[in-house]
C-alpha cells in the first residue's frame, strides 16, 4: 500500500477516506457517493483544500480556532512538553507544572469565586463530570434526592451519553436510548421561530418563567442545577431577549439551583469578552469549558467551579476522572492559546473594534430579500432565512431544505458558513481582520443570491401555510 499523503489525488483520499472513516453526524453512504472535502492546511481565517481551493473558515472550525491557525508558538509549546514530560495523569495523588499553571490562570480569568477547575478531554465530557459534580454536590449536603438538571430544547450540551441527554436535540435523543433519567428539558427562548406576537421582551420573560414553572411541578427539593449556554450556539446562534438572563438569575437564587452556564462555545472571547456569562451578565456556580480553551490545537475541556461548590465535593473522595484529564501536552497548548489571546490583545480588540465592525455588517445581510433576521453577538452570528419577512414564515419545504442549497452555494464561493435548519451561522476566528469581513459579508451575500435564485426556480420560495 502506498503511504498516503496530501499529494494524492483528491479522488483517491475520499475513496479511502470513505472506506476506512466513520464520520461525526454523517450519512455514510452519501458522503461516500459525494466524497468528502479534504483540508490540507490552514492559515489565519483561510483553509486550503487538496485542489488547492482557498476557503475563508467563518466557522473557526467547530467554533473553537479563536486564534486562527497557523500559530508557531503553540505547535512549539506542544514539541516542548511532549519531550519533557508528555504524559502524566492527575489520579492518586500526582500533579505535573501545566496543570497547575493552567488552573490557576482560569482562575485568575474567570468572573466572581470560579477558581477550581477540573479537566476533560473535551465539552461533553465536562458536562458528563458537571452531572456527576452537582448531584454529588446536593447528595454531600444532605440532599441526594436534589438531583434533576434542568435543561432546554434545542441545547447543545455535546454527544456523551450525559451530554446528549442534557442537549435538547430531538434526533440524537432517538438513537441510544437518550436522555438518561433525572433530565427535564424546558422551552427555548428563540424569539424569531416561536415568540407569536409577543414582543422579543415579553416572550424573554415568559421562556424564562418556564423554569420557575418547571422547579415548582418538580418541586425545588428535587432540583440540582439548569444548564445553559448564555447563547445557543449548534442550535442556531439564538441570542436570547435582554430580558431572559436577569430573570433566570433570579430564578436560580430564589430556589437554590446550581446554575451551571456552558460556556464551551461563548467562552475565551467568543462573545467579546473573556466568557458569555460577563456578556449576559449571570453569575454561574460552574463553567463548562473546551473548544476556544486550546483554540481547538489540543483536545481540552473542563469544568471552573465556585469555591463553594469545589469545598464540598472536596470534602469527599469523588470517584470521577479521564485518564487524559489535564493532559500536560493539552494543558501546556492551552496555557499557551491563553497568552496569546490576552497579551496580543485578541478579546479586547475584538470585543472593541472587530466585532462591532462585523455586526454593523452582518445586520446589512437582512436587507437581503430571502433573509428574515440578522442577530449577532462579538463573534458568533446568524441569520434566518425566509420565504416571508412580515410573518417570519417558515419555508413549506422540510426544514433544512434551504439552508443546504444556501451552505452548499457558501462552499461553492469559498466560504464555510453552517446551516442549522434554515438559519445560517457564523463564528469566523477572533482574529479576522476588517478586510477578511468585507470578504465574508460579500461571499455571504453572494451565496444568498444565488441560492435565492435556485429555490425560485425549484419553487421552493413558498411560505409553510
Ligand atoms: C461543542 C459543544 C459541546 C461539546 O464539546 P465536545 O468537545 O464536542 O465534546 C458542549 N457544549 C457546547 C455548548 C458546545 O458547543
Redesign the pocket.
Known sequence: MPQITNHMPTAELQALDAAYHMHPFSTGDQLAQKGARVITRANGVTLTDSDGNQILDAMAG???VNIGYGREELAEVAARQMRELPYYNTFFQTTHVPAIALSRRLAELAPGDLNHVFYA???????DTNIRMVRTYWAQKGKPEKHIIISRKN??????MG?ASL?GMTPMHEQGGLPIPGIHHIDQPHWWAEGGDMSPEEFGLQRAQALEKAILELGEDKVAAFIA?PV???GGVIVPPETYWPEIQRICDKYEILLIA?????GFGRTGQWFGSQTMGIRPHIM?I??GLSSGYA?I?GSIVCDEVAEVINACEFNHGYTYSGHPVAAAVALENLRILDEEKIVETCGAETAPYLKQKWETLADHPLVGEARIVGMMGSIALTPDKASRAKFAADPGTVGFVCRERCFANNLVMRHVGDRMIISPPLVISKDEIDILIERAWKSLDECHAKIKEDGLMVAAS
Open positions: 467547530l467554533w473553537c478531554g473535551s465539552g461533553s465530557e465536562a458536562n441545547a447543545y450540551h455535546g454527544s456523551t451530554g442537549g449556554e445557543q450556539g449548534a456552558d460556556e464551551v462555545i461563548c463548562t473546551a473548544k483536545p475541556g
